[in-house]
């Protein structure tokens, strides 16, 4: 998932916990209106649809520019595994990141090319 929106979910679960020690990933889930067990899988990382992330957004009550912001980094996210359209092989892929993003990108593939079955990575910065 996209940096800035995990970070976001993190600090303001963070932030309610802070203000009231019992409070729940359970609770933060019913405040969302989405599931504890979707919220659980949005925090470990995995992708959310425009939809929730318009949602969520809502429910935190973020003012234009913070939910403008919410939904790009989710949309970027989107992106990245999104085939380019003029993509010579299957494996080309079309990037845009934000520094951080890219930080969090060159760790995992840094990962994978420790995996056998990837034969070669190559990265260009435009």
Known sequence: ??????????????????RNPNY????????????????SE???GQRMSMKTANKIATK??????AKAEFTKSIHNQKMIFKKSNTAPSP????????????KVLLSKLEKLSHNKKT???KISVH
């Open 1 to 18: 998932m996209a940096v800035k929106a995990l970070n976001l979910l993190k600090k303001e679960l963070d932030s309610r916990k802070s």
């Open 24 to 39: 729940s990933l359970r609770s933060f889930a019913r405040s969302l209106d989405i599931s504890p067990s979707r919220l």
């Open 42 to 44: 949005i925090l470990s």
């Open 60 to 65: 935190l009550k973020l003012n234009e520019n």
């Open 91 to 102: 494996a080309v892929f079309t990037l845009n990141l934000s520094t951080n993003d890219l």
């Open 119 to 121: 034969s070669s990575i």
